[in-house]
């Protein structure tokens, strides 16, 4: 009997390790899926398949699909799922009484009470699998012309969707569209109302929410099987739209946070800060990203802030310190996050079609300020894909070459415009647009 139940013990440990490995992405995950919104340490690139480089509506166009109501997350692939999130008005009122918007460039509002829902679809033939309406409220707050509220993306380890709708809460759901668990953090009052965007981390046992904005700010550490907090560190920050990154450093996972105030890398396991730098303008909006050993970060809200940092000298406050291998102060990004690859960095001026390419070692333009005919405003993030880099713009989608001349490939026009990024898995690029999402491959 002893033996039977120790025997027994051994096994569910063994089962729970086996478990704990898969819950647990690893580089490999991200050949064949697309977990998170921009891929491996959020570099925006893979090696995948053929991609095409030319396509229209009657050219290499594998399917499209209708999405209800409007967002502009991009999605994610785990498997045979296509997993998107949306807000889908519904025919119910609510009588809005505020004052006329404050900022005229967030005019948007509703009295229309909206099904915050996560839709998971086929990536082969690209019908519905499951649709989940998680939350069904009327949205507060007024957002951009240009936004949505459904601008954060979801994020999956294989086992579970957490899917984040902001003031709405996160939900975790099931492969299968079932509600595990949900976590509602309050009413954001996002800077000019220019509305939501930052999407979770997921790491190990953990699921991490970065919470800036106009009040108290915080950094959130959940239990990603239950929503139980493990812990939560108060920031003095405001708004941000960047997405947590998580990385080893001699064996320690950090989280890494771009702000307004301070650039902020924190214990995984405690909260603790671990080292901190200022230099960044205000409203970050593109994502930390990593790439042996360093770290490279940007934002460009009327001021330009681009730098590498060597994670293994990085501790305390390391601002003016040689932890900062290099830094290149012109031409960032506003709304897109970068690409990198191949030891290059890409990125473009503002939100506009204007393309610079950095070597990442040693932060030395390799071009710069090479313009992409056609594109009128952008604020979706290029992805990058072997020896070619998609930008989705509003009116247009450019392919440019990768590598060191600058070259444009093509310049493709859909029935759509589009805010989401393109995503890469095996041959197939997939955009989300403002009406469809296309599986763009080779016929």
């Not at 309050?186 to 997921?202: H, K, L, R, W």
């Not at 953990?206 to 950094?219: A, E, G, I, R, T």
């Not at 108060?234 to 001699?250: G, Y």
């Not at 771009?258 to 909260?271: F, H, L, Q, W």
Request: charged share 20%; with cysteine; hydrophobic share 35%.
């Amino acid at each position: 009997m002893r033996q039977s139940s120790f025997f027994l013990f051994i096994c569910f440990c063994f089962f729970l390790n086996l478990n704990g490995a898969h819950a647990q992405l690893k580089p490999s995950d991200f050949t064949s899926n697309w977990p998170e919104w921009r891929g491996l340490y959020n570099s925006g690139a893979v090696n995948g398949g053929a991609t095409p480089v030319e396509f229209s509506e009657t050219k290499n166009v594998k399917w499209k699909i209708e999405i209800p109501g409007k967002g502009h997350a991009t999605p994610i692939v785990w498997g045979n799922q296509i997993i998107i999130q949306t807000a889908v008005p519904t025919d119910k009122k609510v009588e809005k009484t505020d004052a006329a918007p404050a900022n005229p460039m967030s005019p948007t509002q509703t009295d229309l009470i909206h099904q915050f829902t996560v839709i998971s679809i086929d990536k082969a033939s690209g019908k519905i699998n499951w649709k989940t309406a998680v939350k069904e409220e009327l949205p507060a707050e007024r957002t951009h012309e240009l936004g949505s509220w459904a601008s954060n993306s979801p994020v999956t380890d294989g086992e579970n969707i957490y899917a984040f709708f902001g003031s709405r809460g996160l939900y975790c759901l099931d492969m299968k569209g079932n509600v595990k668990w949900s976590r509602n953090f309050g009413q954001m009052e996002i800077v000019a109302s220019f509305g939501e965007g930052s999407t979770p981390a997921v790491y190990k046992d953990k699921v991490f929410v970065q919470w800036d904005h106009q009040q108290k700010s915080y950094l959130y550490a959940l239990d990603k099987n239950t929503g139980k907090e493990a812990w939560t560190a108060e920031r003095e920050e405001i708004t941000s739209w960047a997405t947590p990154l998580v990385v080893e450093v001699n064996g320690k996972a950090q989280v890494i946070t771009s702000a307004t105030n301070k650039v902020r890398s924190y214990d995984a396991e405690t909260g603790k800060v671990i080292w901190e730098c200022t230099g960044m303008t205000r409203n970050v909006i593109p994502n930390p990203m990593y790439a042996d050993g360093i770290l490279y970060l940007m934002s460009g809200f009327r001021g330009n802030a681009v730098k590498a940092i060597d994670l293994a000298k990085a501790q305390g406050d390391i601002t003016g310190i040689p932890a900062i291998l290099w830094e290149y102060n012109q031409d960032a990004s506003y709304t897109p996050s970068p690409v990198l690859m191949d030891g290059k960095l890409y990125f473009l001026k503002g939100n506009n079609g204007i393309i610079t390419c950095l070597d990442a070692k040693t932060g030395k333009p390799i071009y710069s300020n090479q313009k992409i005919d056609g594109i009128t405003n952008i604020f979706s993030s290029p992805t990058g894909n072997k020896d070619k880099i998609y930008v989705a713009a509003t009116n247009q989608v450019s392919v440019v070459k990768a590598g060191p001349e600058f070259s444009i490939l093509a310049k493709n026009t859909l029935d759509d415009t589009f805010e989401a990024s393109p995503i890469v898995v095996g041959n197939d690029l997939f955009l989300r647009g403002a009406k469809y999402l296309y599986c763009i491959s080779e016929k």
